[in-house]
Each structure stands twice: as C-alpha cells, then as structure tokens.
T-cell receptor
Framework: DAGVTQSPTHLIKTRGQHVTLRCSPI?????VSWYQQVLGQGPQFIFQ???????GRGNFPDRFSARQFPNYSSELNVNALLLGDSALYLC?????????????FGSGTRLTVV | RKEVEQDPGPFNVPEGATVAFNCTYS??????FFWYRQDCRKEPKLLMS???SGNEDGRFTAQLNRASQYISLLIRDSKLSDSATYLC???????????FGGGTRLMVKP
C-alpha cells in the first residue's frame, strides 16, 4: 500500500509567483492536514480538511488556501510568494478527524523562494 | 510563551547512555500527547503516544504530568541510530491540529 504521496518533492519559485502543492492520502483515509516547517523549527499547522470540508485553519495569511477533492487528495495553494515562504511543506493523512486518529506524514515538498 | 516548549539541545551522548528529554505545554485543556522522531531532511514519524499512566515501548519510556503540564521521553541504552530530532507534540481539544515543539536534537556517538 502506498503511503502519503506528495508532489513535487522540490520546487524553486520566484517572489510574487504562485505555487500549487499536491497530496494523496493513504488509501481509505479521509482527512488531510497541511503543515509548514521552516528550517530549525517544528512544523506549524496550516489547514485540516475532512470529507472535503475545511475543519481547521492555522495562523497563516489569506495567500494560503487549500481544497480537498472527492477522492480525498488535496492541494495547497500559495499566492504572491515571499522569501519567508521557503520551507518544507508536509501533508499528513488520517483516517478521520478527531482525537482518536493518528497522523502519517508524507515526505514533504521542499519549496525555495528566490 | 510558545505553546509547546523544548530544549533544542543538542544532546551529545555516548552509545549505551540513558538520555531524557522534557517538554512543557501551555494549554491545560489539551488531551492528546505524542513524541515524534524526525531524521535530517525527512518527515516526522510517530515514535509513541504519551499517556497519563506512563507508557513504555522497548528502550523508550514516555511520561505525562498533567498537573505540571510536562511531558518527558527517556531513552535507555542509546544506539547510534537514535540520532535524530525528537519533537514533542500536543493535539488540540478539537482534535484537528497538532502543535509541535521546536524539537530536541540528539546525537549518539560511538
């Protein structure tokens, strides 16, 4: 069984550009969460989606948006990129939302903004 | 004050040593607690959940003190392969968000 798959693995963008990151959860998992990890820090929560609805949003500007598709895959979009958006973007998959469900992380997309 | 705080280290220990990491969290209503391990340039992986009664998994023991809002991880008989960053993680009340500490780096030397 495939784990959490993210694409692309690496990406270089210029300031002001837009980027779309993709995530496919583990088969059967209906919840996807997105995290940003800046070098030297722990991951920070961006969004959680469950059954195609947003179930949580972290403290990120409106330049960050996401959606979940009927097959439970997800996209994270970032507009008007800033140098500070350079980070590892992690997708986490869980069976459902709530306390009883563990998270499995994908290997991430490393975004560099120049 | 950060929601989850950890000593960043690094902790440099010889093989076979016992090492302990601590973590404090600010939200007293938090219900779920975890330790994740992250290797350099890799994704975090769940090491173990943390329960109030304390729990053990082989060489690893986790403890939770709700009164002090304090979580610990003890690693006995350290191996070279234990070298990694250990992340203390708290799940919020709604169960939809993980809050990570900044991580504690462990380096086990021969």
């Amino acid at each position: 069984d495939a784990g959490v798959t993210q694409s692309p693995t690496h990406l270089i963008k210029t300031r002001g550009q837009h980027v779309t990151l993709r995530c496919s959860p583990i088969s059967g998992h209906k919840s996807v969460s997105w995290y940003q990890q800046v070098l030297g820090q722990g991951p920070q929560f961006i969004f959680q989606y469950y059954e195609k609805e947003e179930r949580g949003r972290g403290n990120f500007p409106d330049r960050f948006s996401a959606r979940q598709f009927p097959n439970y895959s997800s996209e994270l979009n970032v507009n008007a990129l800033l140098l500070g958006d350079s980070a590892l973007y992690l997708c986490a998959s869980s069976l459902a939302a709530g306390h009883d469900y563990g998270y499995t992380f994908g290997s991430g997309t490393r975004l560099t903004v120049v | 004050r950060k929601e989850v705080e950890q000593d960043p280290g690094p902790f440099n220990v010889p093989e076979g040593a016992t090492v302990a990491f601590n973590c404090t969290y600010s939200n007293s209503a938090s219900q779920s607690f975890f330790w994740y391990r992250q290797d350099c340039r890799k994704e975090p992986k769940l090491l173990m959940s943390v329960y109030s009664s304390g729990n053990e998994d082989g060489r690893f023991t986790a403890q939770l003190n709700r009164a002090s809002q304090y979580i610990s991880l003890l690693i006995r008989d350290s191996k070279l392969s234990d070298s990694a960053t250990y992340l203390c993680v708290v799940k919020n009340n709604a169960g939809n968000m993980l809050t990570f500490g900044g991580g504690t780096r462990l380096m086990v030397k021969p």
